[in-house]
């Protein structure tokens, strides 16, 4: 295996993948292509195999030598698992957006793996190595895929304090990206007959394209004054989406889609101190009457669900493919469920609570993949509770305006059957 993986490295030779223009901060948006590009399906190619390289490279220098050097080796592990998924999701892919989502995701898994590798930088050169070359790869896919690069350091290990001015404008104006690219999607699918359905699609193209510039536009030097000022094109398309979706019948998905928008728009209303009128949403993070907020509640909820979900699945895993991964995944993401749910019931400042949910929406992507790769589509009891445990999670996703997409859980009814169930 060592053997092959130093072929690889010599035949694609230092610089084959490096030197890679960072996509995202300063980089011009422009709208994209209709289907995937067909070189993504190589490029996700090596990026299993270099992250099967890694978890070599830590099996054989980190694992034993340092605290959590085994989390490494699993993170890394799950990585290669993801870009497995990541590959085979994409073939034959017509959907950008549905492959656009797909990425986050494993972005997502990456630079928290990559943050704690940073911290160990010089302790294993070969490690070292091998990070920089899916660093740049995953450069090279944020290029291809057009999706923009995540806030500098926002999923990294940090447990300081909640990023506040622009930088916070940055994770905020990420989200809104995300939001605008999903409700364009959503226009383009369900409004493909619909006669207003042209000039809806148009304008949210337009939003994506505006929002894209607005994100590029930031840099935590900039004074403040600066990310509000250039604002503008981004609200006036905005309102004129908003009057069209608020005076015209439109489905529930795109409606549901304007909402999702709407919220992170509101919380940059609020970060940037704009005075224009903001959007109407249907949950906002501090309501304007005052009382409690509903993300004391959400959280409560999801804390709850984790913990049932931990009991109910416990009994079974040991004839469940992959299934001590899965509880241990499940217990993971019930310690992240339980800390989020202290800070929710003593803040209610957007950012910090975004931040402190950073650890719920890790945890949760990696739990929704492993599920996803086990179940199969399968449906049963404990696929239902981890439906729900999702819907909570995308709640609060979207009243936070994280970054990203939730993930989804990809059930459908086939019986009594449930992958928990060990099969004989």
């Not at 997502?108 to 302790?123: E, N, P, T, V, Y």
């Not at 989200?175 to 364009?184: D, F, I």
């Not at 599920?371 to 609060?396: D, F, S």
Request: proline share 8%; charged share 20%.
């Amino acid at each position: 295996m060592r053997q092959a993986r130093l072929r690889r490295l010599a035949i694609l030779g230092i610089g084959g993948i490096l030197g890679m223009a960072q996509a995202g901060l300063g980089q011009p948006y422009n709208p994209a292509p209709a289907g995937v590009p067909p070189e993504v399906d190589q490029m996700a190619t090596r990026l299993s195999e270099y992250a099967e390289d890694l978890g070599e490279e830590i099996s054989e220098d980190l694992a034993r030598q340092v605290p959590g050097g085994g989390e490494l080796l699993r993170e890394a592990q799950e990585l290669q698992q993801t870009a497995d998924d990541f590959r085979n999701a994409v073939r034959d892919q017509k959907d950008l957006f549905r492959a656009q989502q797909i990425y986050t995701g494993i972005d997502i898994a990456w630079h928290r793996l990559k943050g704690q590798l940073d911290q160990l930088a010089g302790r294993a050169p070969d490690v070292d190595r091998i990070a920089r070359r899916i660093d740049s790869l995953d450069a090279q896919l944020h290029q291809v895929l057009r999706v923009n690069t995540l806030p500098p350091n926002y999923y990294g290990t940090g447990t300081g304090p909640a990023p506040t001015g622009t930088t916070e404008t940055q994770r905020l104006a990420y989200a809104l990206v995300n939001r605008a690219q999903a409700l364009a999607a959503t226009v383009r699918a369900e409004m493909g007959g619909d006669p207003n359905g042209p000039v809806l699609m148009q304008e949210t193209d337009r939003l994506v394209q505006a929002a894209g510039q607005y994100y590029n536009s930031l840099n935590p030097n900039l004074p403040p004054n600066a990310a509000s000022g250039s604002f503008g094109p981004v609200d006036a398309i905005a309102d004129r989406v908003e009057r069209f979706v608020t005076s015209n019948p439109l489905s529930a998905r795109v409606q549901n889609a304007w909402q999702a928008f709407a919220s992170v728009e509101v919380l940059i209303h609020q970060n940037l101190g704009l005075a224009a009128p903001q959007p109407n949403v249907t949950i906002m993070i501090q309501p304007p009457q005052g009382g409690q907020s509903p993300v004391l509640a959400l959280a409560a909820q999801l804390d709850r669900q984790a913990d049932e979900f931990v009991d109910a699945i416990s009994p079974t895993v040991g004839g469940v493919p992959e299934g001590g991964l899965i509880l241990n995944d499940a217990q993971r993401l019930q310690g992240a469920t339980d800390g989020f749910r202290k800070v929710a019931a003593s803040a209610n400042d957007p950012g910090q609570l975004a931040y402190a949910f950073r650890e719920v929406d890790v945890c949760w992507q990696r739990l929704a993949r492993r599920i996803n790769r086990v179940a199969q589509g399968q449906m049963g009891p404990h696929i239902a509770m981890a439906l729900r445990i999702g819907q909570t999670c995308e709640q609060i996703h979207r009243v936070l305006g994280m970054p990203g997409y939730p993930p989804v859980i990809m059930g459908a009814p086939t019986g009594p059957g449930d992958f928990f169930i060990p099969r004989r």
